[in-house]
């Protein structure tokens, strides 16, 4: 069977812009992460096992994304209803209180424009993608898993951290970077940079296409 195209928003792109029914209230998505990093992230469905383990865990790293100044936005295709029934039952079974948005996207109006449906896992659940959005609304990193396999936390928190260092710093991360760790020195565009790199004796060099540094605390 032909399989249908899906449109999907790449890194690089504006986030496109919608308007949703959430559970803190109606927003439209460009005025809710103006001037912020945000972290929008779809789960299949509400009283599910694996996503709740999920969305418990983002809740429970509020104090993470609020010291980072991150918004957290959530989505499945659950009707509003649902989504508030699950955050009370969540609560009240394990203490843990979802309290960032979560879009009820009943007519996966998000989901398609996101590319959140994958037909070959499913054509009735958004897969578990997670968008990481810059304050200039450009769409900077995405992930996407499978329904039966959960994310990890602290490689959400890890990239979200190298993109806002190498923004700050203007510097890229190498393999398994861990804040507080070396990174990687642009690479130089004309000879006079390549001559400052290789004079640089505080880098940690391979040659001068390969130089990291210490970031100043």
Known sequence: ???????????????????????TGNIKFSNYI?????????????????????????????SFFKKHKTKLIGLSIDSIHSHLAWVDNVRNNTGVYMDFPIIADLDMKVSK???MLHPGESTTAAVRAVFFIDPKGTIRLIMYYPLNVGRNMA?????????????????????????G?????PPPKNLK????VIANTEYEKVDFYLAKKKLQD
């Open 1 to 23: 069977m032909e399989r249908q195209l899906i449109t999907m928003p790449r890194i690089g792109d504006q986030a496109p812009d919608f308007d949703a029914v959430t559970t």
């Open 34 to 62: 103006k001037n912020s990093w945000t972290i929008m992230f779809s789960h299949p469905a509400d009283f599910t096992p694996v996503c709740t383990t999920e969305m418990s865990g983002f809740a429970k790293e509020k």
């Open 113 to 115: 424009l996101y590319g």
């Open 155 to 179: 490689e959400i928190q890890r990239v979200l951290i190298a993109l806002q260092t190498s923004d700050k710093n203007k510097v890229a991360m190498p393999l398994n970077w861990e804040p």
């Open 181 to 185: 760790e070396k990174v990687i020195v």
């Open 193 to 196: 940079e390549m001559d400052a």
